[in-house]
């Protein structure tokens, strides 16, 4: 699943930045599902939209990046 959420994030990586810099994604089922100004927001929102857990979180950022 964060192989998927991650690769899918890097496609549409460019237009993420252009519409969200430096905020928080949350991936799920390989799609953008949510925004947040940190990932302490971003994972807040997740958890109370995705209660089973399966989702994923992207810094929307230029330069190097983290999986995870």
Do not use: K, W
């Not at 991650?6 to 519409?19: H, I, M, P, Q």
């Amino acid at each position: 699943m964060i192989e998927r959420n991650y690769a899918a994030f890097l496609a549409v990586r460019e237009r993420l930045l252009a519409t969200h810099p430096d905020e928080y994604v949350v991936m799920r089922e390989g799609e953008a599902a949510l925004f947040g100004a940190t990932a302490a927001m971003a994972d807040d929102a997740a958890r109370e939209r995705f209660p089973d857990g399966l989702y994923s979180i992207q810094r929307c950022m230029v330069g190097p990046m983290a999986q995870g």
